[in-house]
């Protein structure tokens, strides 16, 4: 091996390197030579002494031992070789940077694994514990990722002693349990219980067993789980509760019957086709963004099916017609297919809920854009308790179409009910245990509008003419609510305040319904078709252009803009881009958790996405 070594003169000579060279003429030598990182035992000399020979100059740039040692040579003083050759500095860096790297490397590994950490939950979800072929999902992780979990204590803080809001984690566990409607409850699973449960709605092997919950709960310790749930099962008997436990995870089956052996099946068949494994499932979360604590999700024509196999069952067991059946679980249309997915988060001054459903029939707005819904609705006026604007035409298969009637009811009680009982004949001509009040024959329910607007459609020799009028009026709002071009309601004042107080003819709220027409001609049109209406109703009516403005007495309208109040703009910032439906609801700060809550819907091409913020403290 040879060297090419530059004397301080720069001249060039190239000569072997000797084995064991003299030092230069004149350098001194070291006093106390620099050892060695490993240095030999002390009992052999010719490996305990560094070389004699200088093998480069040590490095000026303070880099020590560790440098040298590095760099393959024997440190020695600055001052041997006054000017370092610069090819010697080349090993020195390569060396640094290999190590520089292997540092990024180490320390990335364990800030990837903080990241995860952080970010997400790790470990095990509920939806990794259920059959594919469930037909709705949801689940709650009360241990989500770090960033996640700080948040949401620091809201449960915020929100403490406001309307019964839990104000901690484990109060949030109870509340979770007092609400699923199990048989059993927090305090069986508390010495166990992991902190993420999961519920869903299963058909059963083959879609044989009707709706069967599903519930599954991550475990910590897998002997106290399975004590505790055979206690349990032993005191509340077979035929309420079924389980499985093991594997870190416990599976319990209620609503149903065989419910042991329909939870056995159930866990066999996730461990064969979990649902996180499912690609409607996974696509359908992916659109969410990562981390989310709650989350939900259904299959609508799997839920559809299983509405109506609860529906036959409650008919054939329970002795209910179908009118009964299906005031306990209404059914989707046969038509709605596709996905909801809907999740939630902590944010710094709330909870986000995104939503997103696909598929067709569904009965949701019908404008796919064109009016901007959230800056018509932070025209309209401050201090509210609900107010809201949907962007229309929205024809007969949307909330507003078909069931437009549904919201004249809801806004107007007093009105809709007054066209179906009206004024009845004279009391003393009614046929025996007929209601003096509202000319009602016995088995005909006064608080079901169907069955009083059947029976006088049957008899309309016992309404006066005014009530067969307020009945063109409403069916009249009813098709002007389907087909405007917009609709706007207003809850005006905040509850407990002056503006909710009751009035003297029973109205509890001040409500405004505001309908934007084709034009100015439909109306005059609609006003005149609501005469009756707003006589019998004590409303206003009033027109201006192509809008018709309907409000109650107790109505006051607020002052100042939505726009303007500081709760309003967080609560819908961030929402869906152009807007076809915005919702906003306030609240007095303490009454209830949620100080205010805003809500958008639009399209992102054939989905209808929905998002809510809810602000709390």
């Known amino acids: 091996m040879s060297e090419h070594i530059e004397p301080p003169d720069g001249s060039s000579t190239a000569e072997p390197a000797p084995e064991a060279a003299a030092p230069p003429a004149g350098a001194d030598q070291p006093d106390d030579p620099a050892p060695l990182l490993n240095p030999a035992p002390t009992g052999d000399p010719a490996l305990a002494e560094p070389p004699t020979s200088p093998q480069g100059p040590a490095p000026a740039s303070g880099y020590g031992d560790l440098g040298a040692f590095l760099a393959g040579v024997t440190p020695v003083d600055a001052d041997v070789i006054e000017s370092p050759p610069p090819r010697r500095r080349r090993p020195v860096v390569l060396a640094l940077t290999s190590a520089a790297v292997v540092l990024v490397v180490l320390l990335g590994g364990g800030a990837f694994a903080l990241a995860r950490l952080w970010n997400g939950p790790v470990g095990t979800l509920p939806e990794e514990l259920v059959p594919g072929s469930v037909a709705a999902f949801a689940r709650l992780d009360l241990s989500p990722g770090i960033g996640q979990r700080l948040k949401v204590e620091a809201l449960l803080r915020k929100a403490a002693g406001s309307g019964g809001a839990p104000k901690s984690f484990d109060d949030a566990k109870r509340d979770v349990f007092a609400d699923a409607g199990a048989p059993i409850g927090y305090d069986d699973v508390a010495s166990w219980f992991d902190d993420r449960v999961g519920v869903a709605v299963w058909g059963g092997p083959e879609g044989s067993a009707g709706p069967v919950v599903l519930l599954v709960l991550s475990s910590r310790d897998d002997g106290k789980a399975r004590t505790a749930l055979a206690a349990a099962q032993q005191k509340v008997g077979t035929n309420r509760l079924g389980f499985v436990a093991g594997d870190g995870r416990a599976l319990l089956a209620f609503g149903g019957k065989d419910l042991q052996r329909l939870a056995t099946s159930a866990a066999d068949a996730a461990k064969k086709a979990p649902l996180s494994k499912s690609p409607a499932f996974t696509s359908a979360v992916a659109k969410l963004p990562a981390d989310q604590p709650g989350l939900a999700w259904a299959d609508l024509a799997r839920v559809t099916e299983l509405q109506r196999a609860f529906l036959d069952a409650a008919i054939d067991e329970e002795g209910f017609d179908d009118e009964e059946a299906f005031d306990i679980a209404p059914v989707l249309p046969p038509t709605v297919t596709g996905m909801l997915v809907a999740g939630v988060q902590a944010g710094d001054d709330g909870f986000e809920v995104r939503a997103r459903v696909s598929g067709g029939g569904l009965p949701l707005t019908g404008a796919t854009g064109g009016t901007d819904a959230l800056a018509l609705l932070g025209a309209l006026p401050a201090g509210v ?28 009680p007093m009105s809709m009910f007054g066209f179906a009982v009206g004024e009845a004949s004279d009391p003393e001509e009614m046929p025996p245990g007929f209601d ?159 100080t205010s809550v805003g809500v958008t819907v639009g399209r992102d091409g054939a989905d209808t996405v929905v998002m809510a913020k809810i602000l709390v403290g």
């Open 436 to 594: 003096p009040d509202t000319g009602l024959p016995p088995g005909v329910d006064p608080s079901d509008p169907a069955a009083v607007e059947k029976y006088f459609r049957e008899h309309p020799e016992l309404l006066t003419g005014g009530a067969m009028g307020m009945q063109k009026s409403t069916e009249a709002l009813t098709k002007a609510i389907s087909t405007a071009t917009s609709v706007s309601f207003t809850v005006a004042g905040l509850p407990g305040t002056a503006a909710q107080a009751p009035t003297s003819d029973g109205s509890d709220l001040g409500l405004q319904l505001d309908l934007r027409l084709a034009d100015a001609a439909a109306a005059k049109q609609l006003q005149t078709d609501l005469a009756e209406l707003v006589k019998a109703g004590g409303t206003v009516c009033e027109v201006r252009g192509e809008h018709v403005v309907l409000r109650t007495k107790a109505y006051k309208g607020g002052t100042g803009k939505l726009a303007d109040d500081p709760r309003f703009r967080a609560a819908t910032a961030g929402g869906v881009p152009n807007a076809t439906t915005a919702l906003y609801f306030g609240s007095e700060p303490g009454s209830t958790p949620a």
């Open 385 to 412: 308790t609900a107010a809201g604007v949907a962007s229309g035409p929205f024809g007969n298969d949307s909330l507003f179409g078909d069931t437009g009637g549904l919201l004249s009811t809801f806004l107007f």
